[in-house]
Nanobody, 125 residues
Framework: QVPLVESGGGVVQTGGSLRLSCEAS????????IAWFREAPEKQREGVAC????????SYAPFVKGRFTISRDDAKNTVYLEMTNLQPEDTGTYYC??????????????????WGRGTQVTVSS
């Protein structure tokens, strides 16, 4: 069973918005930190946003610049990424990932031990 499942990707025009969802398969997910990463063709996977469990702390990559918001609905085992003012450079596959052991938010993919399969976001110019 895939521990995390992303949805909500699509094709939007520059300046548009999307809301991505990451649903966890385990009732233990409220205890996990959950992050969003993205990967564009020929580029390394990079962290976008992260939400720690239980303490409300969130962190964002500098390129987000106030455009994206990460939030959790632990009753639904779901984490959201609200993206506004999307730009062509935001195009890529977006993955959610969980740190199920330490509840850390880092930008190192190797620190996250559970991953979804990704959802594609395409921003047309």
């Amino acid at each position: 069973q895939v521990p995390l499942v992303e949805s909500g990707g699509g094709v939007v025009q520059t300046g548009g918005s999307l809301r991505l969802s990451c649903e966890a398969s385990s009732v233990a997910s409220p205890y996990w930190s959950i992050a969003w990463f993205r990967e564009a063709p020929e580029k390394q996977r990079e962290g976008v946003a992260c939400a720690q469990a239980k303490n409300g702390r969130t962190s964002y990559a500098p390129f987000v610049k106030g455009r994206f918001t990460i939030s959790r609905d632990d009753a639904k085992n779901t984490v959201y990424l609200e993206m506004t003012n999307l730009q062509p450079e935001d195009t890529g596959t977006y993955y959610c990932a969980a740190d199920r052991q330490f509840n850390w938010c880092t930008w190192r993919p190797t620190d996250f031990d559970a991953w979804g399969r990704g959802t594609q976001v395409t921003v047309s110019s």
